[in-house]
């Protein structure tokens, strides 16, 4: 199985403030499509997971230009430009080019 | 708008079978939605893909529930299905439905449903 490992598990933000979120995959994501297979969601509390970038960053649809997604191969960021209330909530980064897996998760909260 | 929705029983005992159903409206089962899958989310846990359908009923699974899970679809009635066999504690959990289009991101999820098993 692939594992992704997330850093940190949990962060606090001022609003306003940038906030960055690490994935690592333990086998690379680049398939030989062509595309790395590599997702962000964003679960908020009592909800299921939305959607918010797709193969590294592509933003999903109505999601916010303050997300942005970097990475290739095996590491991979999430940034959030200005954190906001509606931030809040648990983000996970997911893979599917071998099965699916997901990150354990990180928990923002707002300072 | 594409809409889906877990039903199932709320309560199953150790050892048992638990069926959950997947109602689908706003869209169809077919190839230009052909991947349905199943995740669920475990108490204070993180999310963990269970396996997948196709409208035509091809499935995938996670290696380490594959003995245990069937997964079914029946694109007439724009449902599909989840199966588990021989369920324990561990197997509490939140489950949703969700579709990904190209067997990639999931894009649509269901509310999600609670599962408990208990004696």
């Known amino acids: 199985d692939i594992v992704l490992t997330q850093t940190p598990l949990s962060l606090s933000v001022t609003p306003g403030q940038p906030a960055s979120i690490s994935c690592t995959s333990s086998?690379?994501?680049?398939?030989?499509?062509?595309?790395?297979?590599l997702y962000w969601y964003l679960q908020k509390p009592g909800q299921p997971p939305q959607l918010l970038l797709s193969?590294?960053?592509v933003r999903f649809s109505g999601v916010s230009d303050r997300f942005r997604g970097s990475g290739s191969g095996t590491d991979f960021t999430l940034k959030i430009s200005r954190v906001e209330a509606e931030d809040v909530g648990v983000y996970y980064c997911?893979?599917?080019?071998?099965?699916?897996?997901f990150g354990q998760g990180t928990r923002l909260e707002i300072k | 708008q594409l809409q889906l929705r877990e039903s199932g029983p709320g309560l199953v005992k150790p050892s048992e079978t638990l069926f959950l159903t997947c109602s689908v409206s706003?869209?169809?089962?077919?190839?230009?939605?052909?991947?349905w899958a199943w995740i669920r989310q475990s108490p204070g846990k993180g999310l963990e893909w269970i396996g997948t359908?196709?409208?035509?009923?091809?499935?995938f699974y996670d290696q380490s529930l594959r003995s245990r899970v069937t997964m079914s679809v029946d694109a007439s009635k724009r449902e599909f299905s989840l199966r588990l066999i021989s369920v324990a504690a561990a197997d509490t959990a939140v489950y949703y439905c969700?579709?990904?289009?190209?067997?990639?991101?999931?894009?649509?999820w269901g509310q999600g449903t609670t599962v408990t098993v208990s004696s």
């Open positions: 086998q690379s994501l680049l398939h030989s499509d062509g595309k790395t297979y």
């Open positions: 359908v196709t409208y035509n009923g091809s499935t």
């Open positions: 997911m893979q599917s080019i071998r099965l699916i897996t």
């Open positions: 969700a579709r990904h289009p190209a067997a990639d991101a999931f894009d649509v």
């Open positions: 706003g869209g169809s089962l077919d190839k230009k939605s052909p991947y």
């Open positions: 193969e590294v960053f």
